[in-house]
């Protein structure tokens, strides 16, 4: 939080993070998004309200509920995260975060 | 060597290569893009991890197997039907830990390296589906 002297109000501290998505969903949703977010963002919202900008590319990687599709796959910086730590794994600053269907090469 | 990139190797040079003192057998793994009324195929790699993936499992199929030598290339981009897409090069003392080892290592970049490949149709093209539905990475 930055406070800000006389008119004494404040201002939200915000992070920069890179989201990429690949394969399928890179052709819905772009990838290496730079974004600000509020500090203390966690790592499903961050990624729902980015999807959201595409239906069609939400509904890849999200299901009716909002849920993430259990094949989807979620790395922090290079380190998987379980979909079921998502909602509860913050992202901080300079996080590159990936978002990406089942792997297929060979 | 441990590599993802878009051009060809020299198969024949690498096998010359991974002859160390004490092989008694190579494996030579070809993955190649085949014709399965496609035009090409498209790969796309989160190449730093994956790089990583490869690195670490050559490196756990050498202490698994007591390999005495693994090249592991993985090409991206848009390649033609009979292009190599994926060289393993195994080298051991001997031909079944230089097979097993082999085997160990296609399998695993299979169950956890993201690589991607989409096969270019006439009709546009199709995302292959992955072989293990989670991807999870292979585990050192």
Same mark, same amino acid.
């Given at each position: 939080?930055?406070?800000?002297?006389?008119?004494?109000?404040?201002?939200?501290?915000?992070?920069? #993070?890179? &989201?990429?998505?690949?394969?399928? $969903?890179?052709?819905?949703?772009?990838?290496?998004?730079?974004?600000? #977010?509020?500090?203390?963002?966690?790592?499903?919202?961050?990624?729902?309200?980015?999807?959201?900008?595409?239906?069609?590319?939400?509904?890849? &990687?999200?299901?009716?509920?909002?849920? $993430?599709?259990? $094949? #989807?796959?979620?790395?922090?910086?290079?380190?998987?995260?379980?979909?079921?730590?998502?909602?509860?794994?913050?992202?901080?600053?300079?996080?590159?975060?990936?978002?990406?269907?089942?792997?297929?090469?060979? | 060597?441990?590599?993802?990139?878009?051009?060809? =190797?020299?198969?024949? @040079?690498?096998?010359?290569? @991974?002859?160390?003192?004490?092989?008694?057998? =190579?494996?030579?793994?070809?993955?190649?893009?085949?014709?399965?009324?496609?035009?090409?195929?498209?790969? +796309?790699?989160?190449?730093?991890?994956?790089?990583? +993936?490869?690195?670490?499992?050559?490196?756990?199929?050498?202490?698994?197997?007591?390999?005495?030598? =693994?090249?592991?290339?993985?090409?991206?981009?848009?390649?033609?039907?009979?292009?190599?897409?994926?060289?393993?090069? =195994?080298?051991?003392?001997?031909?079944?830990? @230089?097979?097993?080892?082999?085997?160990?290592?296609?399998?695993?970049?299979?169950?956890?390296?993201?690589?991607?490949?989409?096969?270019?149709?006439?009709?546009?093209?199709?995302?292959?589906?992955?072989?293990?539905?989670?991807?999870?990475? +292979?585990?050192?």
């Amino acid at each position: 939080m930055r406070w800000y002297g006389k008119e004494n109000t404040c201002e939200e501290e915000e992070v920069m #993070v890179k &989201i990429r998505f690949f394969a399928r $969903f890179r052709e819905l949703l772009g990838t290496d998004i730079m974004t600000d #977010v509020v500090a203390g963002t966690m790592f499903t919202p961050l990624i729902t309200t980015i999807a959201k900008k595409n239906p069609e590319g939400y509904a890849a &990687i999200f299901d009716e509920n909002g849920a $993430f599709h259990e $094949f #989807v796959i979620l790395m922090k910086n290079g380190k998987r995260i379980e979909i079921a730590d998502a909602a509860k794994t913050m992202v901080v600053d300079g996080d590159e975060i990936a978002v990406f269907p089942p792997v297929a090469g060979g | 060597m441990i590599a993802i990139q878009t051009d060809d =190797v020299d198969i024949g @040079a690498l096998i010359a290569a @991974a002859k160390k003192h004490g092989t008694g057998a =190579v494996v030579v793994f070809d993955g190649i893009v085949r014709d399965d009324d496609i035009s090409e195929m498209e790969l +796309e790699a989160y190449e730093d991890v994956a790089t990583q +993936e490869l690195e670490k499992i050559a490196r756990n199929a050498t202490e698994q197997f007591g390999l005495l030598h =693994v090249d592991i290339i993985h090409r991206i981009g848009r390649l033609g039907v009979g292009e190599n897409i994926l060289i393993i090069i =195994v080298a051991a003392g001997h031909r079944k830990e @230089a097979y097993t080892g082999s085997r160990f290592i296609i399998e695993a970049i299979k169950a956890g390296v993201p690589i991607w490949k989409k096969e270019m149709t006439k009709d546009g093209g199709r995302w292959v589906p992955g072989e293990h539905g989670h991807g999870k990475p +292979e585990t050192s």
